[in-house]
């Protein structure tokens, strides 16, 4: 990306985070809900943090932080960095307020842009911003979803948006079917990828079937109607004590009415829309729903092999509707190195205990993924937007 297309992307990407905070108080920017969510207010200052901490204070001369203390408060994981703020307690920070991380965001901005004619041509620096971007897209979808689950817990179920996307009605679904053989996967040309997707190899796929677009609420509602959630055989041990623990019957936002289902979303509590594709279900709960349907889940091989391939009828829903859960747990790829530094902890250090999502969810940025995207929770998160693609092994 050239000097002047990447100064815009940055102008762009950091004015998209201020409007997605403009439908919230003061109040709900300050409140966690959970210890896995954040408040939006720290969510608009570590993305500031990143190119302050990582860019500025590299490059800037006579740089001199906004606020010492934000080192410490608004540093998310990078132990190479220092300190942190306990993750849990984010919600306690109601000082700074939200003006003045607000400031903060404007002054950082300021200071990046005039920095950018002297520093324009420097491809390291360049490299820093460009993933800075991508990273600020990433807190812009974990900003929804951790409002959603805020919003959630309130009785009012108040509604962020009245203008919320809505995935096209489910088609019939139908089986297609792969060949495999031995197929290449992971990122490769001169765009930009995330180090988990490197680097390019070879794995070797026996035929099989993917589902030609997502389970839907009502497909889902069959399964819980069936006693899904009361019958241990469809459930993986550690997915059945968590289910009795946790006392779910039922995907996270949703909750009866009389013998009707609603769900609550961005746009407030509503009647469940049975053709829409079923979200916020943890991989405990996508695993035993493809059991019971006598299906699985797909490798992320599969996934990626189908999303890439261009023979047959093509998939629908593959991105931007829900993050698809895989069967496989998120590993480094044959021959991974982190990079050095600070940066090097992005991804590499949570290569364990975690499933591989593949394809974007309604609450991704448009152009955020890509075939070779690998997101990747915990089995037992549910509050992303986390959907069911099915598959099976070649008859």
Known sequence: MNPASLLSSYQAVRQHTLALAAPLSAED????????ASPVKWHLAHTTWFFETFVLERW????????ASFRVLFNSYYNAVGDKHPRPQRGMLTRPGLSEVLAYRAQVDQRLQALWPAQSANAELRQLITLGLQHEQQHQELLLTDVLHLLSRNPLFPAYSTS??????????????????????????????FDN?????????PPYQLASRLVTNVEYAAFIAAGGYADPVYWLAEGWDWRVAQQRQHPLYWQRQGHQWQAFTLGGLHPL??????????????????????????????????????TGQPLQQLFDVAWQWTSSSYAPYPGFRTAPGAV???NGKFMVNQYVLRGGSV?????????????????????????????????
């Open 60 to 67: 800037e001369p006579h740089f001199t932080p906004f606020d």
């Open 197 to 205: 997707e490197t680097p390019r190899h070879q794995v070797f796929l």
């Open 344 to 346: 090097g902890e992005y």
């Open 29 to 36: 920017c300050c409140v966690q809900s959970m210890p896995d």
């Open 273 to 310: 829309d049975a053709q829409q594709p079923v979200q916020h279900v943890c991989y405990f709960e996508a695993d035993a729903y493809a059991r019971w349907a006598q299906a699985r889940l797909p490798t992320e091989a599969e996934w990626e092999h189908a999303a890439s391939s261009a």
């Open 164 to 193: 919320v996307s809505v995935v096209e009605p489910a088609q019939a679904l139908r089986w297609q079917a792969f060949e495999g053989g031995l197929v290449a996967i992971g990122h490769s040309g001169d765009g930009f990828c």
């Open 363 to 395: 609450a991704t940025p448009p152009g955020h993924t890509r075939a070779t995207y690998r997101n990747f929770f915990a089995a037992s998160a549910c509050w992303q937007f986390t959907g069911i693609r099915l598959a099976r092994d070649a008859a």
